[in-house]
C-alpha cells in the first residue's frame, strides 16, 4: 500500500463546476496535511494546509480532514481554466517514525470553457 | 526579493559523468530538501539538512552527494553512479516548525542524458 494515494485521473469538470480531490494516506499518526498544485512543467506551490479535523476555506478551495478515516480531500468551487493543473497531495507522517514529507503521484484536472 | 533560486534551468550529462545542481535560498529556512519528479510520477526525497554542516538521507539517495556549508546553499550533486538521472529536480526549504513545517520550492532544474 502507498503511504499516500490519490484519484488517479485525469478529471475534467466543467467551467463554474465544483472539482473534488481526494487523498488517502496510511500512516493513522499523520498529523500535517497540504494540497499543492503544480502546473506543466512548472514547480509545486502550496494551495492549502490543513492540521485540525474538519474543513478549511481559503477562497474558492476548501480542505477537508478526517483523521479518523485518514481522508484529506480539496475541493474547489466555480473551477476556472486557470486552475487545469496537477494537484499534489502530500502529508507529514507521524513525528515519531521520522519519515518527511510524502507526496501522491497527483491528479490532473483539467476545466473545460 | 526573498525565494529560492535553481540552476541551471536545463542541464546536459555525459555518460560517466558528475554534475551539479545549484540550490540557494534567501527566506532564512534553516531545513532544506531536494526531490527528484519523473513524468506522471510525485516527488521522491533524495537529500534533506535541517542544519549546517548535516544532512540526511532521504529515499533515493543512491547515485547523488550533497552539502551544505553555508545556511542558504545547499547544492546536489549527480554522480556517475546514478545510471537514470533524467528528471525534473526540486529544491525546497522550510522554517523548521516541527510538524508543521510548510516547504516552498525553487523553479526546478531539468536534467537530461546525452
Known amino acids: 500500500q502507498k503511504e499516500v494515494e490519490q484519484n488517479s485521473g485525469p478529471l475534467s469538470v466543467p467551467e463554474g463546476a465544483i472539482a473534488s480531490l481526494n487523498c488517502t494516506y496510511s500512516?493513522?499518526?499523520?498529523?500535517?496535511f497540504f494540497w499543492y498544485r503544480q502546473y506543466s512543467g512548472k514547480s509545486p506551490e502550496l494551495i492549502m494546509s490543513i492540521y485540525s479535523n474538519g474543513d478549511k476555506e481559503d477562497g474558492r478551495f476548501t480542505a477537508q480532514l478526517n483523521k479518523a478515516s485518514q481522508y484529506v480531500s480539496l475541493l474547489i468551487r466555480d473551477s476556472q481554466p486557470s486552475d487545469s493543473a496537477t494537484y499534489l497531495c502530500a502529508v507529514i507522517p507521524d513525528p515519531g517514525s521520522a519519515r518527511q514529507l510524502t507526496f501522491g503521484s497527483g491528479t490532473q484536472l483539467t476545466v473545460l470553457p | 526579493d526573498g525565494g529560492i533560486t535553481q540552476s541551471p534551468k536545463y542541464l546536459f550529462r555525459k555518460e560517466g559523468q558528475n554534475v551539479t545542481l545549484s540550490c540557494e535560498q534567501n527566506l532564512n529556512h534553516d531545513a532544506m530538501y531536494w526531490y527528484r519528479q519523473d513524468p506522471g510520477q510525485g516527488l521522491r526525497l533524495i537529500y534533506y539538512s535541517q542544519i549546517v554542516n548535516d544532512f540526511q538521507k532521504g529515499d533515493i539517495a543512491e547515485g547523488y552527494s550533497v552539502s551544505r556549508e553555508k545556511k542558504e546553499s545547499f547544492p546536489l550533486t549527480v554522480t556517475s553512479a546514478q545510471k537514470n538521472p533524467t528528471a525534473f529536480y526540486l529544491c525546497?526549504?522550510?522554517?523548521?516548525?516541527?510538524?508543521?513545517?510548510?516547504?516552498?520550492f525553487g523553479p526546478g532544474t531539468r536534467l537530461l542524458v546525452l
Open positions: 525546497a526549504s522550510s522554517q523548521d516548525r516541527g510538524t508543521q513545517e510548510t516547504q516552498y
Open positions: 500512516d493513522r499518526g499523520s498529523q500535517s
